[in-house]
């Protein structure tokens, strides 16, 4: 069994995803708080450390890849591991639908190695990012936790699938788990140009058009990056705290309003100083995404007292900031 946490012992944090957008910041976070950080890297490129920088020297590295047998087992037994973020993901719609073997192999297959590792190990709690695009389209909104998951497309199939086996381990098993379903987050860090925030950022600072594949019209709920790292501590903390509403459950987080695509574009440009006009190249919405989404975060609210402090246009200043400060970042 994996060790037990108490007054005046380090908690030891094994982080999947660590080196994305959000892993990164929540980190950042954890190592501010005095963590021992335990962070998963498949790959190492260029451009893989730039959020971290230098605090890459102050956590302990893992490499290889979710689903190598046996990897996530020896991490968790190795540094004593008490909890666990499991972030990583292959995350990007298009790429799902091209390519959904390899989806379902890193997002289905890594979820459910992970957990087994986490039941035989014992670890004390364990934080599973599902989306909130497990829900699937729906006339009815904002979502709400007890909405069904009807999710039909590859990467929104296997988030829903994610989110059910996670919850499975807590009502089978007594894993201490809580699974997040939030919004689209957006923060500096975020190098994958295919995303609406940075592509658009990318673009202003250029001067060029920035890019928008569908008619604009869509909406979507959109979190700061910082905001979801405030909310993933409190719940870790609730799954302690207040077992009987935390373990077991999912809970969303968004900045509770939609916002259209060509909307948070326009935004982005002004913030930037720019005058272009965006380069629209789509009709509707594209093919495999959901046409208007956004959540209800009352019930993480009530369990936590979690609200977002950071409202859209601070947060596009914030990220539009970034990478002005990085501009190596979307080369």
Request: glycine residues 10%.
């Amino acid at each position: 069994m994996g060790p037990r946490w108490g007054p005046g012992m380090t908690r030891s944090v094994f982080v999947t995803g660590g080196y994305g957008l959000l892993g990164a910041w929540l980190v950042r976070a954890l190592v501010a708080r005095g963590d021992r950080v335990v962070l998963l890297q498949r790959d190492r490129t260029p451009r893989s450390t730039l959020l971290l920088g230098d605090l890459e020297q102050r956590v302990d590295v893992v490499h290889g890849d979710l689903t190598d047998p046996g990897l996530v087992a020896r991490a968790l037994g190795e540094y004593e591991v008490d909890t666990v973020f499991h972030l990583a993901a292959q995350t990007i719609v298009g790429t799902a639908n091209r390519s959904p073997l390899a989806t379902f192999e890193t997002n289905v297959r890594g979820t459910w190695l992970l957990l087994e590792a986490c039941r035989l190990h014992g670890a004390g709690r364990v934080l599973v990012a599902a989306s909130d695009k497990a829900y699937g389209a729906s006339a009815t909104l904002p979502y709400r936790e007890d909405h069904p998951l009807d999710a039909r497309f590859p990467y929104d199939v296997s988030k829903a699938a994610t989110d059910l086996i996670a919850r499975s381990y807590w009502h089978t098993y007594g894993l201490p788990v809580a699974v997040t379903r939030f919004a689209n987050l957006y923060g500096g860090g975020d190098l994958n140009r295919s995303r609406l925030v940075p592509e658009a950022i990318g673009a202003a600072l250029a001067g060029r058009a920035p890019v928008i594949r569908s008619d604009g019209t869509p909406e979507r709920d959109f979190l700061y990056v910082e905001d979801a790292v405030a909310a993933y501590l409190l719940l870790a903390d609730a799954l302690d705290a207040d077992p009987e509403r935390s373990r077991g459950e999912a809970f969303n987080a968004g900045g509770g309003e939609p916002h259209a695509v060509r909307d948070v574009v326009a935004r982005i440009c002004a913030i930037a100083g720019t005058d272009v006009k965006p380069d629209i190249r789509g009709r509707g919405t594209p093919d495999g995404e959901i046409d208007r989404q956004y959540v209800d975060p009352s019930k993480l609210s009530a369990l936590t007292g979690w609200a977002p402090a950071v409202g859209l246009d601070e947060g596009l200043e914030r990220t539009v900031a970034w990478y002005r400060d990085h501009p190596t970042a979307l080369i």
